[in-house]
C-alpha cells in the first residue's frame, strides 16, 4: 500500500498518476522516464535518493555507485521490478517532484499516450461505456 501524499488536487493527481506508471510501465519504459526526472533533480535530491535506495537494497552489489540519473534510474527500475509498490515508497518525501517531472516530460507522455496527461479516469469510464469491442 501506497501513502497518500497531502498538497494541492494536482499534485495528488501527478502522484496518482505516476503511481499508474510505474504499476503499468515496462522495464524499459520505467528506466527511461525516471532517468530522465532523476536529471530534473538537484544534486542534493539525487544524493538523497541514492542514499534512500542504498538503505533499501541489501546486497551491496546492487546499490547505486553513484548520484548519476543513469544509475539511479537503473537501481530504482530494478527494485520497482523486483518489488512492484517499493518504489514509491522508497522515494518517500522525493514522490512529489519525481511525479510532477514525469507527468510532465514529453518523454513520458509518449510512452504512454492514451491521455496519459489527462489522468487515468479515461481508462475506467471508456471501458464501461463502449459496450461490446466488435
Given amino acids: 500500500m501506497v501513502r497518500k501524499h497531502r498538497?494541492?488536487?494536482d499534485t495528488q493527481a501527478a502522484v496518482d498518476r505516476y503511481e499508474y506508471v510505474l504499476a503499468a510501465g515496462q522495464?524499459?519504459?520505467l528506466y527511461?522516464?525516471?532517468a530522465e526526472a532523476f536529471a530534473a533533480?538537484?544534486?542534493e535530491?539525487?544524493?538523497?535518493l541514492r542514499s534512500r535506495l542504498?538503505?533499501?537494497?541489501?546486497?551491496?552489489a546492487d546499490r547505486p555507485i553513484d548520484d548519476r540519473p543513469e544509475?539511479?534510474?537503473r537501481v530504482s527500475t530494478d527494485l520497482e521490478t523486483a518489488r512492484p509498490g517499493n518504489l514509491a515508497r522508497v522515494l518517500g518525501?522525493?514522490?512529489?517532484?519525481?511525479?510532477?517531472?514525469?507527468?510532465?516530460?514529453p518523454l513520458a507522455i509518449a510512452l504512454f499516450p492514451y491521455d496519459y496527461a489527462a489522468g487515468t479516469e479515461q481508462w475506467a469510464t471508456g471501458a464501461e461505456e463502449d459496450g461490446e469491442l466488435f
Avoid at 535530491?45 to 538523497?48: G, L, N, T, W, Y
Avoid at 542504498?54 to 551491496?60: K, L, T
Avoid at 511525479?99 to 516530460?105: D, Q, R
Fill in 54 to 60: 542504498s538503505g533499501e537494497i541489501a546486497v551491496q
Fill in 45 to 48: 535530491q539525487r544524493a538523497d
Fill in 7 to 9: 498538497g494541492s488536487a
Fill in 27 to 29: 522495464p524499459d519504459q
Fill in 32 to 34: 527511461r522516464v525516471h
Fill in 71 to 73: 544509475t539511479l534510474a
Fill in 41 to 43: 533533480l538537484s544534486d
Fill in 93 to 105: 518525501p522525493l514522490v512529489p517532484v519525481v511525479a510532477a517531472l514525469v507527468m510532465s516530460s
